[in-house]
């Protein structure tokens, strides 16, 4: 990590030139360069991966395990309902060899 954000093109091909941590008018404690290669700014962690709060990751994870939660009792459905109609098709069979009412004579 260094306190110089070297210059990059953004997600709309816009080059943005390069600058230092910490930033004019920004929090004093940002003196490094974090980001991507489409992405750079000014924070104090220099572990950080993300320019964001991460309050709005735990939407997305609620909003992930209701969506799987829903498609898991649907899987669950469908599987319980295969099973059970399988069960009934075996058991209404009938159980001795159908009469064709032809009787079988050698030739």
Known sequence: MSTECSSYLNADKVLVSGFSCPRTGGDARAVYCCGFQD???CCDDPHSFFPYEHSYMWW???GALVG???AAV?????II???VLCY???S?????KLDT???LQMA
């Open 39 to 41: 992405v750079k700014y």
């Open 60 to 62: 997305l994870s609620v």
């Open 68 to 70: 799987l939660s829903i």
């Open 74 to 78: 649907v899987l669950f459905s469908f």
């Open 81 to 83: 309902t295969v099973c």
């Open 88 to 90: 009934l098709f075996i």
């Open 92 to 96: 209404t069979k009938p159980r001795s």
């Open 101 to 103: 009412g032809l009787s």
